[in-house]
């Protein structure tokens, strides 16, 4: 687009109608030694918007939006190759590391997602499907070492956000991606298959052949319209007082969603997605739901449940989920995302009382939620592979179609 002052104005106005904080990382995102003044200026961005919001949009971060796509085509690839061959890289129990069909997980322990995940779990590339689909394996392997070198900086950002020495948190996150064993950090490529409500079998995810996979982005413009949204209104309408929470059964599109509501498990998740939409979230303390909207090229890092342990709630874990899109001719596309799981290693114990006190937690306003944490941190405290695999039993449990 041409760059013109209106061009400018128009941009900023879009950019203005974010619900989530917008943070430019001045492309030092993923260096292995970050300018040391732009992770001082985002950690104090940090402190505005995960306390607020628990989540922000980080641009200029390092990772190139053509990068996000070509791992979407080596997923679409893959979800393409015949079961039999898919087969042999299936996720198993005890090793996170592999391919998920649809139908698998349940967030809520009832409804099925309807996506298929490749989780990365570890750098070392022997578990990659590389000889059915060749670069698959160095292009992934590039790209999670992108996200790991990204996720370092905004350990590092979080802990001056929180007046903490800034290897605080790096040095309780040593071993990401080294394997599971170690450490349960994961980069999950994700598909949604095309939503199609009136050719009878198409929606048997079971099968999961993935059609429209060549719509990565069919859109480059930020979209932060102020929509209305339909589900909230229909909570409205219902009267019955349920705080906005819906069940799945009155969402729009009968029970299917795409990723039930839930929140992540681990420090933080950063979370690249295609133009189709979808995502929505609660903001910290309120019970309606939001959507996200998109800016291209754009990653979220949203907190996870054991930065909200860490902070006392002062960064609250994020709940969100992904919706069908009401309109048939959006949801009859596949819809990708990245997810990129950070976790602490396996080992660490996971305690409200961990941090360093200081004076902007002593005087925060959360001081009535953090005795409350407190108190449950005082009940049994956890470390990270416990509490994780807590979370995937109940992930996986109730499930019928494996
Ligand atoms: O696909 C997305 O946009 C979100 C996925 C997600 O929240 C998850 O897998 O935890
Ligand atoms: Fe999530």
New binding site residues.
């Given amino acids: 687009m041409l760059k013109t002052k209106s061009n400018d104005d128009k941009l900023d106005t879009l950019l203005s109608r974010s619900l989530v904080p917008i943070i430019d990382l001045a492309h030092c995102g993923t260096e292995e030694v970050p300018v040391r003044s732009v992770v001082n200026r985002v950690g104090l961005q940090f402190r505005k918007a995960l306390s607020e919001k628990g989540m922000a949009l980080l641009v200029n971060h390092g990772i190139s939006d053509e990068k996000l796509k070509t791992a979407w085509d080596h997923l679409d690839d893959f979800v393409n190759l015949s079961a039999d061959v898919k087969q042999h890289y299936i996720r198993t129990d005890g090793d996170n590391h592999g391919y998920v069909s649809p139908g698998i997980e349940r ?1 809520d322990g009832k409804t099925p997602e309807l ?1 298929h ?1 490749f989780n990365i779990c570890t750098l070392n590339a022997k578990n990659l499907p590389e000889e059915p689909l060749p670069g698959f394996a160095d292009h992934i392997s590039t790209l999670a070492n992108d996200f790991k070198a990204l996720a370092s900086f905004i350990l590092q950002a979080i802990a001056i956000s929180l007046d903490i020495p800034h290897t605080f948190f790096l040095e309780k996150h040593s071993h990401m991606l080294s394997g599971d064993h170690d450490n349960m950090t994961t980069l ?1 490529m ?1 598909y ?1 298959p095309p939503v199609v409500d009136d050719e009878p079998g198409q929606n048997d995810f079971v099968k999961g052949r993935c059609q429209y996979s060549y719509q990565r982005c069919v859109s480059d413009m930020p979209d932060f319209r102020p929509e209305q949204n339909a589900r909230d209104e229909y909570s409205e309408l219902d009267g019955k007082g349920n705080d906005g929470e819906l069940s799945e059964h009155k969402l729009a599109n009968g029970a299917i969603i ?2 039930g509501a ?1 929140v ?1 498990y681990g420090t933080f ?1 950063l ?1 690249a ?1 295609d133009s189709e939409g ?2 929505e979230v609660k903001l910290p303390g309120s019970e309606k739901w939001h959507r996200v909207g998109h800016l291209p090229g754009a990653i979220l890092v949203n907190c996870g449940e054991i930065l909200s342990i860490w902070t006392q709630e002062r960064y609250p874990a994020l709940q ?3 919706v069908v899109p009401e309109q048939e001719h959006i949801r009859a596309r596949g ?1 990708h ?1 990245i ?1 990129f ?1 950070c976790h602490p290693d396996n080992i660490t114990m996971i305690s409200p009382n961990d941090l360093p006190q200081n004076d902007t937690a002593q005087n925060s306003t959360c001081l009535k939620q953090r005795k409350k944490s407190f108190k449950v941190a005082k009940e049994k405290v956890y470390n990270a592979y416990q509490i994780i695999q807590k979370k995937f039993r109940d992930t996986y449990s109730n499930n019928n179609n494996q």
């Fill in positions: 967030f996506r995940a999950r994700l949604y795409r990723c839930h992540d998740t979370l997605q979808g995502l969100h989920r992904v819809r995302s997810a799981f």
